[in-house]
């Protein structure tokens, strides 16, 4: 029993942060139709900066996570600006074709800045785990779990409460009467494209402390975040949040009872047969809805 709450309490901490870099990807493809290849290199963006804050520069680790959620916003803020802007509403391939290009950019600019030796960021917790009942408790898994509740509440009270998340759902649902009502829509998808880049930087340094950063890591999570929206439902940011935690679960627990060389084979096999069975997301309607 002990051993069954230990992988419960695991993979409810990695679902929370997989439920972040869901949310980040199923916001900008719900309010903007654009698919964002470069989500994981953004994911990847927020570990380096991390490193770079609390290794290199002997920075705080906390000061360190509200800067790389920062510069997150203003790197994604930017690429839609400069890039995304003029071609959104015309050529969907093309918008496919720049985030493909934003993507191996960012890889190998990383590669080149670091080069590809893992790196270490340091964690201001002690390394000496938690016992309760039986169940191993990692002082930093637990600062990531409770960090990560904390922004999807955040996130939620934005989305629903406040006049940007008003301002977001009203360009969601239909884009041309958000503009009739003064919607600044375009800066909606600025903001949006920024709010989504944050999610994934500061998952990314949130996580640093618990792996090492390399500049190929944000391929993997580029394929966990899809495979959570899909799980989801695309655009459904409550069902990003619950495959998020679905998936980490089902990676978990599979690595646990089947083998842990299969531990991503085993969520991939899984988001295959939800494709088949119910191609809409599991936590989806027939129609997609905000």
Request: hydrophobic share 60%.
């Amino acid at each position: 029993m002990d051993q069954f709450l230990q992988h419960l309490v695991n993979g409810t901490v990695l679902g929370a942060t997989y439920a972040l870099l869901g949310i980040g990807l199923t916001l900008i493809f719900g309010i903007m139709k654009v698919v964002n290849f470069a989500h994981g290199e953004l994911y990847a963006f927020g570990a380096y900066v991390a490193y770079a804050l609390v290794s290199l520069l002997q920075m705080d680790y906390f000061v360190a996570l509200v800067l790389a959620a920062g510069l997150g916003l203003l790197l994604g803020a930017a690429i839609e600006f400069l890039l995304l802007r003029r071609c959104r509403l015309e050529n969907i391939d093309e918008v496919m074709l720049i985030m493909i290009g934003v993507m191996i950019i960012m890889q190998n600019a990383e590669l080149l800045a670091w080069g590809g030796v893992a790196k270490v960021v340091p964690t201001p917790f002690p390394q000496e785990s938690i016992i309760v009942g039986g169940i191993y408790l990692s002082p930093t898994r637990l600062f990531v779990l409770g960090a990560a509740i904390v922004l999807l509440l955040a996130f939620y009270l934005v989305i629903e409460r406040s006049r940007l998340g008003l301002a977001m759902r009203a360009t969601f649902q239909d884009e041309d009467a958000a503009r009739i009502v003064g919607v600044n829509v375009s800066r909606i998808y600025t903001l949006t494209f920024g709010l989504g880049s944050s999610l994934a930087a500061i998952t990314g340094a949130l996580l640093a402390p618990v792996f090492v950063v390399t500049p190929t890591m944000g391929d993997l999570a580029s394929l966990k975040a899809f495979a959570i929206v899909i799980l989801g439902g695309l655009g459904n940011i409550r069902g990003a949040a619950l495959g998020g935690f679905a998936l980490a679960l089902i990676e978990e627990f599979g690595a646990a009872y089947i083998s842990t060389a299969y531990r991503d084979a085993i969520g991939f096999l899984v988001i295959l047969v939800v494709m088949i069975a119910r191609p809409q997301g599991l936590f989806a309607a027939k129609e997609r809805v905000g």
